[in-house]
């Protein structure tokens, strides 16, 4: 059985309630994150190859207990190369450098503009160098997202790179089916919006939101950010991001009071919910990869090369966000959209995926296993928490799931800090140790010191 350990914020068998989901961060800040490591994990799972989830938090320490443990680390990134993520790349780089396992990447991308120029990225050039380097040293090649991320490396002096897109457009393997009855969206028609905070604040999306609102009652709109779900289930503003009084998941906005708005902790949730919509648009790439994956059309909203250089890879419906009008309605979106080249080249991608892993020494449940078959199934079986929704009531109910849940953080607190206090006690009684230098210091230097004595 070949043991492969895969960077995730945890497995996706793992339930998790939303409390400890929150407090834990599960999903690394952004919900997206779980939907290309479950496909990650998904994918490569066969009757040969088990996947351990490694959790986010990089621990160069732990190099020689996974070399003995492991036959491979995969590492599914996003928009790994930017300059926030600088310090997480160089202990990512530190660990590769101490392993002696294959280290896959599946995925990573540059962040910049839509302009596609690298001159932000400058000042790291030297931190995604070694980081790249130290994976090709482990691997036969780096997946990388699109176009610009491939031209980022190859100028670099990189040739060993191959543009695969995200494991997660992969969930369902090579079969992908967009729902399209040809009904044009209208005030019953239930669609879901999503965007990040500086969509909002810097462009026009938080207009573009209200404006739809008031448009369409079954609006709903889907956040991702741990600070989002906070928001929502505890009405949480201590994050900067609550500055951002426009976005839905802020509890002065109406759709908030109007409990018209979700974060996800799992996929499956996620998706499951997105079944039942018409349409999906918005600013986030995997908000909209999600819809597209349960079979809702989708149009993303593009404005950053992350976004731009995946909607190109895979023909994903798209426009720049800077372009489209404050009064965008998304019928318009829904009617122009055209999701033949998405589903006709899916194949095509799909097989250069699987050559890419098969490069790497990788298999994948799709040629080497059942599908997923059995990864769906255990999946069915467990009971995920439903999407976390706006914290809007003040029924004993409600407010009894979160006292309740604290009160139990205050009592293991409790316990620890009592713990920790009796062992700083213990060791305080102790008598000091005084160490070998200090003891031959106190012998020798004695005789020294009357020796260098001036004599009287």
Avoid at 37 to 55: C, F, W, Y
Avoid at 57 to 83: C, G, K, Q
Avoid at 223 to 239: C, E
Wanted: proline share 6%; with cysteine.
């Amino acid at each position: 059985m070949k043991r492969i350990l895969l960077r995730s914020g945890k497995s996706p068998y793992d339930v998790v309630p939303v409390e400890r989901a929150l407090h834990e961060d599960v999903f690394a800040t952004n919900s997206g994150n779980l939907i290309f490591s479950d496909a990650a994990h998904k994918i490569l799972e066969t009757p040969r190859s088990q996947v351990v989830s490694n959790g986010i938090t990089t621990r160069v320490a732990d190099a020689d207990r996974i070399n003995s443990e492991y036959d491979a680390f995969v590492i599914p990134l996003a928009n790994a190369f930017r300059p926030s993520f600088e310090r997480q790349l160089e202990r990512l780089t530190q660990l590769i450098s101490k392993l002696k396992i294959p280290v896959v990447v599946p995925g990573v991308g540059a962040q910049t503009g839509v302009d596609y120029s690298a001159d932000r990225l400058k000042p790291m050039q030297s931190t995604v160098y070694a980081f790249v380097s130290a994976v090709l040293d482990h691997s036969a090649s780096i997946g990388v997202r699109g176009e610009f991320t491939e031209r980022y490396l190859r100028d670099m002096g990189f040739r060993d790179v191959d543009v695969i897109g995200c494991p997660s457009m992969f969930l369902n393997g090579s079969r992908l089916v967009i729902r399209e009855d040809g009904r044009e969206l209208g005030p019953d028609s239930r669609i879901a919006v999503n965007g990040s905070h500086d969509a909002v604040r810097k462009h026009k999306l938080g207009q573009i939101i209200d404006r739809n609102h008031a448009r369409y009652p079954h609006l709903r709109f889907i956040g991702q950010n741990l600070s989002d779900a906070r928001q929502l289930h505890w009405r949480d503003l201590s994050h900067p991001n609550a500055a951002v009084t426009d976005i839905p998941t802020h509890p002065d906005h109406p759709m908030y009071g109007e409990g018209k708005v979700r974060v996800y902790i799992d996929p499956v949730t996620w998706m499951d919910d997105l079944r039942g919509f018409d349409f999906s648009f918005g600013s986030r790439i995997h908000g909209n990869i999600a819809a597209l994956l349960a079979g809702t059309p989708a149009t993303v909203l593009c404005g950053d090369s992350r976004t731009l250089e995946l909607c190109r890879y895979f023909d994903i419906p798209h426009r720049m966000l800077s372009e489209v009008p404050a009064d965008l309605d998304p019928a318009d979106l829904h009617a122009a959209a055209d999701f033949g080249p998405l589903t006709r080249g899916h194949r095509e991608r799909f097989d250069r995926f699987m050559n890419f892993l098969d490069k790497n020494g990788l298999e994948n449940t799709f040629t080497h296993g059942d599908g997923g078959a059995a990864f769906d199934k255990r999946m069915s079986k467990l009971a995920f928490p439903p999407g976390v929704r706006p914290w809007t009531g003040s029924d004993p109910a409600t407010m009894a799931a979160r006292m309740n849940w604290l009160q139990t953080q205050l009592t293991e607190l409790t316990a620890e800090n009592t713990r920790l206090k009796r062992k700083v006690q213990k060791n305080s009684a102790l008598p000091v140790q005084r160490s070998t230098y200090q003891r031959a210091r106190s012998v020798v230097g004695r005789p020294i010191k009357r020796a260098l004595r001036p004599s009287r």
